[in-house]
Nanobody
């Protein structure tokens, strides 16, 4: 059983930055990819960013490209989501999820392609 624990959420103002962390109970070498998703009230869960393979290929949604950066620290089995220039529409619960099976970077965009999920961390951006 893989456990994922998100942290780093909070209340910030528009234009601020925030870094989310996702600590994994298994080594990064044991999973194919990790993704960040978010769900705002009244909306469906949507893909935000993903990092895949030993090369660390990254993919982003159009809404966060250029503002958010996903990265990982293999020594700490942790994936990060650095968020800058935050906007009110970034307000959501942010979840990390991992896919253990081999796939493609683009495949991380589908929530149903992920194998394990964290419980989420709330980000509120005050505008």
């Amino acid at each position: 059983q893989v456990q994922l624990v998100e942290s780093g959420g909070g209340l910030v103002q528009a234009g601020d930055s925030l870094r989310l962390s996702c600590a994994s109970s298994v080594r990064t070498s044991e999973w194919y990819g990790m993704g960040w998703f978010r769900q705002a009230p009244g909306h469906e869960r949507e893909f935000v960013a993903g990092i895949a393979g030993s090369e660390g290929i990254t993919v982003y949604s159009d809404s966060v490209k250029g503002r958010f950066t996903i990265s990982r620290d293999n020594a700490k089995n942790t994936v990060y989501l650095q968020m800058t220039s935050l906007k009110g529409e970034d307000t959501a619960v942010y979840f990390c999820a991992t896919r253990l099976r081999l796939g493609s970077p683009g495949g991380l965009k589908a929530a149903n392609a992920m194998d394990y999920w964290g419980s989420g961390t709330l980000v509120i951006v005050s505008s």
